[in-house]
């Protein structure tokens, strides 16, 4: 069974960093791209990084750009997204979510959700 | 960026009636690469058809999608109490990929 358990989320202060982590079981990693997926009440879903299965290829939305980081550590099935400079826009919940397959594909599985809240 | 328009925002329907809803895309979609996501409060989104009229696995097929080029529909037939939910269309093939902003299918 996949499951993609997400971790890391919380309440920062404008231009604070959060890191974001997914542990993913039940597939090969190496074999599926990977995404963020962020979530608004206002803005709905909105795609934010994918990630190559191999890790190779890295994909950012142009409202992250230069601010997010996203990597993952094929030792332990985990995918990360490196969030800086955060802006009360960036509030949101936050999918993983698994491609279809190596490619930019429809997503199968998500995870549950990791709330991130920017407020001072 | 391709945009996408879902119609109506709200359908407020009885259990059994048949639901459809719409996703207008700004531009054709290649490859009809169009996927439909069921989300109910609290929880993911999950996926319920892929490559505009593929059901997903497990997906009960009262669930149906057609359309290609800008236009696309979702059916829902004999709606049941579990399928009154959010549901998304999604572009995907090309990045960004977009979202529609929803229909919710509510209870009459």
């Known amino acids: 069974e996949v499951q993609l358990l997400e971790s890391g989320g919380g309440l920062v202060q404008p231009g604070g960093s959060l890191r974001l982590s997914c542990a993913a079981s039940?597939?090969?990693?190496?074999?599926?791209?990977m995404s963020w997926v962020r979530q608004t009440p206002g803005k709905g879903l909105e795609w934010v990084s994918a990630m190559s299965g191999r890790g190779d290829a890295t994909y950012y939305a142009d409202s992250v750009k230069g601010r997010f980081t996203i990597s993952r550590d094929p030792s332990n099935n985990t995918l990360s997204l490196q969030m800086s400079s955060l802006r009360a826009e960036d509030t949101a919940v936050y999918y993983c979510?698994?491609?279809?397959?190596?490619?930019?594909?429809?997503?199968?599985?998500w995870g549950q959700g990791a709330l991130v809240a920017v407020s001072s | 960026e391709i945009v996408l328009t879902q119609s109506p925002g709200n359908l407020l329907l009885s259990p059994g009636e048949r639901a459809t809803l719409s996703c207008r895309a700004s531009q054709s979609v290649t490859n009809r690469y169009l996927a439909w996501y069921q989300q109910k409060p609290g929880q993911a989104p999950r996926l319920i058809m892929y490559g505009a009229s593929s059901r997903a696995p497990g997906i009960p097929d009262r669930f149906s999608g057609s359309g290609s080029g800008t236009d696309f529909t979702l059916t829902i037939n004999r709606l049941e109490p579990e399928d009154f939910a959010m549901y998304y269309c999604q572009h995907y093939g090309s990045l960004p990929q977009t979202y529609g902003q929803g229909t919710k299918v509510e209870i009459k």
């Open positions: 039940g597939f090969t990693f190496s074999s599926s791209a």
């Open positions: 979510a698994k491609h279809r397959d190596y490619s930019n594909t429809y997503f199968d599985h």
